[in-house]
Nanobody
Framework: QVQPVESGGGLVQAGGSLRLSCVAS????????VDWYRQAPGKERELVAR????????RYADFVQGRFTISRNDAKNTIYLQMNNLQPEDTGIYYC???????WGQGTQVTVSS
């Protein structure tokens, strides 16, 4: 099983930026679509961004509105989420995974203050 390990979260002020990283241990992201999800307090986990296996096609949730960029480096078995212009409503735990996998990691906490 792939055990994603997310990092890069933290506390930032509104308008700030963070770059999240996710390393797959155990297997690999190569050959798989990859996702970033988030879960806000009291809410269900929701898809933030997806990148196709070939590393070109991407999909973003409507709330991203051009602020986030997903990328991947299969040689490093790592996926990234660059987040700009963060807002308080972006607060939550951010998770990465291979598309369709239910083997979740611990996530990384993102807190945006107003």
């Amino acid at each position: 099983q792939v055990q994603p390990v997310e990092s890069g979260g933290g506390l930032v002020q509104a308008g700030g930026s963070l770059r999240l990283s996710c390393v797959a241990s155990g297997r690999t992201f190569s050959g798989h679509d990859v996702d970033w999800y988030r879960q806000a307090p009291g809410k269900e986990r929701e898809l933030v961004a997806r990148m196709a296996r070939e590393g070109v096609n991407t999909r973003y949730a409507d709330f991203v509105q051009g602020r986030f960029t997903i990328s991947r480096n299969d040689a490093k078995n790592t996926i990234y989420l660059q987040m700009n212009n963060l807002q308080p409503e972006d607060t939550g735990i951010y998770y990465c995974n291979r598309r369709g996998s239910t083997d979740w990691g611990q996530g990384t906490q993102v807190t945006v203050s107003s």
